[in-house]
């Protein structure tokens, strides 16, 4: 089983920068894939950006060029540095794993950190 704890979010204005961090137990981390997805009011849980074990990335056309997935298995720990915050980015961003043997084993997702991109 996989544990995830996401931080680092909070109230920004439009044009500011927050980075989350996503720390994740369990040995096997490095094998992991793992995602950022964010929901806001009213709307379905969206993938933001995702990177595999091998470090390929993928991102939302709605990010690409202003955000950045990372990851540092040394410190089993995932991050999305996110700049050129706009409103439309307001959302709760969870952090998700998914092991190689996805979807036959389960996801994991963390609690949320809320982001609120507002003057």
């Known amino acids: 089983q996989v544990q995830l704890v996401e931080s680092g979010g909070g109230l920004v204005q439009p044009g500011g920068s927050l980075r989350l961090s996503c720390a994740a137990s369990?040995?096997?981390?490095?094998?992991?894939?793992i995602g950022w997805y964010r929901q806001a009011p009213g709307k379905q849980r969206e993938l933001v950006a995702a990177?595999?074990?091998?470090?390929?990335?993928n991102y939302a056309d709605s990010v690409k060029g202003r955000f950045t997935i990372s990851r540092d298995n040394a410190k089993n720990m995932v991050y999305l540095q996110m700049n050129s915050l706009k409103p439309e980015d307001t959302a709760v961003y969870y952090c998700?794993?998914?092991?190689?043997?996805?979807?036959?084993?389960?996801?994991?997702w963390g609690q949320g950190t809320q982001v609120t991109v507002s003057s």
């Open positions: 369990g040995s096997s981390f490095s094998m992991y894939s």
């Open positions: 998700n794993s998914k092991s190689p043997k996805w979807p036959l084993d389960a996801d994991y």
């Open positions: 990177i595999t074990s091998g470090g390929s990335t």
